[in-house]
């Protein structure tokens, strides 16, 4: 079955005017993708570092994002789903979907 990496975004401020009830499905939906075999990781992320090892001739870092946001890194998570609009249809009832965040959907090519 496909996999796909998913990389959620929010913030603080749109998780708490999201409705309680909204929020708690969207943890139980977390759950149950959790359940059904997807590997997730939570949390907000911190401050990242680039690393570079280019001809591995020895690391570099830089600490600073390669890409920017506007909203902090929320979660990862590696799901199955049989195609790009199932995956989709996974992720649009996760905290970060429905509580004014975003969440990518990118394809795992094999």
Known sequence: MPRFVTIG???QDGYDRTPPQVRDAAHAHDRELQ?????PVVGVA???VQVRNHGAVGAQTTPRPFAE???P???FAVIEAADLDE????????PCAVAYGVVEVWPLLE
């Not at 359940?35 to 590997?39: D, F, L, P, R, V």
């Not at 995956?87 to 996760?94: D, W, Y």
């Open 9 to 11: 975004y929010g913030d």
């Open 35 to 39: 359940e059904s075999g997807a590997m």
């Open 46 to 48: 911190g401050r990242p």
């Open 69 to 71: 946001s506007a909203l």
């Open 73 to 75: 890194v929320a979660g």
């Open 87 to 94: 995956a989709v249809r996974l992720v649009s009832g996760t």
